[in-house]
């Protein structure tokens, strides 16, 4: 096995990986988070909290090595733009997406002093949560997120190192992501609800795709030759 396809099948699997992090983070807090009374139940679930933050970790790092493995090969076609890659998938994703855990378990000793709290009056308490929750569900991460996948597919695209189809598949369907981020940015629609749900899955489904892809055919050989002529 060659060093590309043993790459294409790495990122297959981080994407995968990353994937399955970030929808078991959901899993765990979603209900938790988005309950009305999220600082009672975040008391009552603290090590759901602590595994969603984990997992939220894992997924920020492990989707932060694609662009380090994808570099070597992409910047062959166009180097400025996988610096940019690297810089907005590797770099400013991973910082972004260690925001909303660590809003989290700042939570958790919150939750704890408003469950022991005597004082009728709780609404600090409330107004503090409500601050935090709401640093975690900004949509920086959607942006930086959109704009380096764009850079990724229009790579994909130029390079032909996977079908066209696919990486047009996934120029429109970032778009529709970056839409509903913006949709939340001006409160036309909440995280996770039934629209940004719709308006994201087929970013979801492109990528599983991919994965899938990546891992079974791996990179288009002529285009991986075609990369190798234009480096001497």
């Known amino acids: 096995m060659n ?4 790459t294409a099948i790495i990122v297959g699997v981080l994407f995968i990986l990353g994937t399955v992090a970030g929808i078991l983070s959901v899993v765990f807090t979603g209900s938790i ?15 759901k909290i602590i595994i969603g933050a984990l997992l939220v970790l894992v997924m920020s790092f492990v989707l932060a090595m694609v662009p380090v493995m994808m ?17 907005f998938r590797g770099a400013l994703e991973t910082i ?14 919150l939750s704890q002093e408003y469950v022991k709290a005597v004082s009728p009056d ?3 308490f409330q107004t503090f949560g409500t601050l935090l929750q709401r640093v975690a569900q900004l949509p ?34 970032i778009i529709l992501n970056l839409i509903a981020g913006f949709l939340i940015l001006f409160g036309a629609q909440s995280n996770f609800s039934a629209s940004d749900l719709v308006m994201n899955f087929p970013i979801f489904l492109q990528e599983m795709v991919m994965a899938v892809w990546l891992i079974v055919k791996g990179f288009n050989p002529s285009a991986i030759a075609s990369g190798s002529v234009k480096q001497i």
Request: glycine content about 6%.
């Open 96 to 109: 972004t997406g260690i925001i909303a855990p660590i809003s989290w378990l700042l939570l958790l000793p």
């Open 33 to 47: 988070l988005n309950a009305p009374d999220y600082l009672m139940k975040i008391s009552a679930n603290e090590n």
């Open 140 to 173: 920086i991460g959607v942006f930086v997120f959109g704009l380096g996948a764009l850079i990724f597919y229009y790579l994909l695209y130029q390079s032909k190192l996977i079908p066209r189809w696919l990486s047009v598949w996934g120029i429109f369907a």
């Open 122 to 124: 709780t609404s600090y």
């Open 3 to 6: 060093s590309n396809k043993k």
């Open 71 to 87: 570099f070597p090969i992409l910047k062959k076609y166009n180097e400025a733009l996988a610096i940019g890659y690297v810089v």
